[in-house]
């Protein structure tokens, strides 16, 4: 499986940007696809996450309202719709997949086998 981000930029707080993550590989079923952040000096956090079989979704508490997470199957490519960016939006953006994951590990970015390169969101005033 490989992942390629993209999508990133600079962007205005309350503004939008929609990330991608185009997927390839054999097949994606049973596959738990999730976005994580890392600003500079900072963990990696979990953002949101989509089941590719059923398409059922969860969000970290600062994306839920404001982030939205889906897949376009037919495109292998999976989204992250921001809106009302905040500054500490701020960071490098990564997509993962990892199988088989129940919803209380979604979180959890050790369970991931596979990783994108990033991209870097920056929301100025």
């Known amino acids: 499986v490989q992942l390629q981000a993209s999508g990133g930029g600079l962007v205005q707080a309350g503004g939008s940007l929609r990330l991608s993550c185009l997927a390839s590989?054999?097949?994606?079923?049973?596959?738990?696809m999730g976005w994580f952040r890392q600003a500079p000096g900072k963990e990696r956090e979990f953002v949101a996450a989509i089941k590719w079989s059923g398409g059922s979704s969860t969000y970290s508490g600062a994306a839920k309202g404001r982030f939205t997470i889906s897949k376009d199957s037919a495109k292998n490519t999976v989204y992250l719709q921001m809106n009302n960016l905040k500054l500490e939006d701020t960071a490098g953006y990564y997509c993962?997949?990892?199988?088989?994951?129940?919803?209380?590990?979604?979180?959890?970015?050790?369970?991931?086998?596979?990783w994108g390169q990033g991209t870097q969101v920056t929301v100025s005033q």
């Open positions: 590989g054999p097949t994606f079923n049973g596959y738990v």
């Open positions: 993962a997949a990892g199988h088989g994951l129940i919803t209380s590990v979604m979180p959890n970015p050790t369970k991931y086998n596979y």
